[in-house]
DNA sequence: ATTATAAGCTAATAATCGTTAGCTGTCAAG
DNA sequence: CTTGACAGCTAACGATTATTAGCTTATAAT
């Protein structure tokens, strides 16, 4: 029988201590003896478990896949674009909208594998174009597309004013994937990035809200800076 | 006398194929033996110019240092804050923002040196935090605070409406930093990526410009899809 | 022309790399 | 209790790493 016991859970462990070090040096930085040592065993003992150093590397590749984790998943609201004319969006606020953008950058920054998994891609994205691609895929265009498709919905009902819900959705999630960025090489400024995304979210909910209507006239003389 | 004819010119080569090699892979993925080979010379023929590995990685950095090339460097109009209050942007068109931004990707992507200095920190931005630092002010903070003067300048001028010339320049200038992020590990998706800045930067002007007063009326009712 | 320096080379260094062989103790199944 | 697989270990492998020593050749200054 397959007892996962002892030896699944230092194969996890291996697994773990790989990423947070990848993630930190990048694989060709990081040696063999150096995650033996972390998980507290020693180099060749890795080999009861993997067969090669690239084959660490694979499989915390391949458990991804599996998780299929996005930026996406941080957020409880979900909206597929089929679903996307049910006006479930019809009295959105600028209060929701900021309230997501903070729960999404939470997940995006604290859960350790999501932010550890990250960094690691991006080190590592330029190693071949399936890293690249996926790289693309899963920290912008997914997230592009979820939002093109809620902007679509908005749009429809009227919540939110515009013609192209894909240039909305680019706008709106671009501040957002540059500042978990800057948090992931700067992890001391993520205050002032979620300050700045605030400022963000709430110009761009009055910036095509219809009830915030926006003309010269409203703006014409500002008394002082 | 120090003659800069055969030395300096080798001495330029070892910087150049270092950048290049290290752009592709980073640092330790590449060998003092690769870049020597690359240059046509031996390995150890590389300590007669640099002491060290690590002092190659250095010298390029350092030049850079002096370089100090931004994003900015590739448009031909500049604004500094202090000048920012003369009216030279008055009559700025959605045609010089586009062509504006059209000349900064021209630059950023296809000057070699600027482009591979860029993946390589892109690489090694984690490595210690001076990098962190000087990723985010090199590739954001500069170009964001450049546009700030820019929006701040046209704001005043009445050429642009809006509040927060922080917040705009930074959700005008992310989708283009985002876009040459692709542009870098996926260049196949340069003509994409020109388009859809396109898009983002007449959707901005329009959005911004009083000449385009945007209400609910205007666009209330659809016809379809 | 002489001479010194500079810039290449080969050979060799110690260190570290990923990986294999083979031994030992643990522990669960029979 | 016996047995066998498993998961750790040490020792060692060859390959590659960055780097040094020392020789040679080309070049530039005197």
Redesign the interface.
Known sequence: MKQASKKEDTKQRILDEALRLF????Y??VSVERIASAVGIKAPSLYKHFKSKQEIFDAIVAETYRRYDTFTDGIDVHVSESKADEKVFDGISEEMLAKKVRQLIEYSLHDEYVSRFR?MM??E???N?E???M??ERY?ERLVRYHAGLFRALI?S?TI????P???A??YV??V??MVE?C???PE?EAECLK?LE??VR??YR??S?HM????E??GGKSDG
Chains 1, 2 share one sequence.
């Open positions: 993630s930190q040096s990048g060709d930085a960094r991006t080190i994205q330029f190693r174009a890293f690249a691609d790289y693309s912008l429809k009227g004013i515009g013609e192209d894909d240039t909305l680019l706008e671009a501040p994937v540059l800057i992931d090489r700067q400024r700045r400022a963000h110009n761009f910036t095509y219809p209507v926006k003309t010269a409203k703006r």
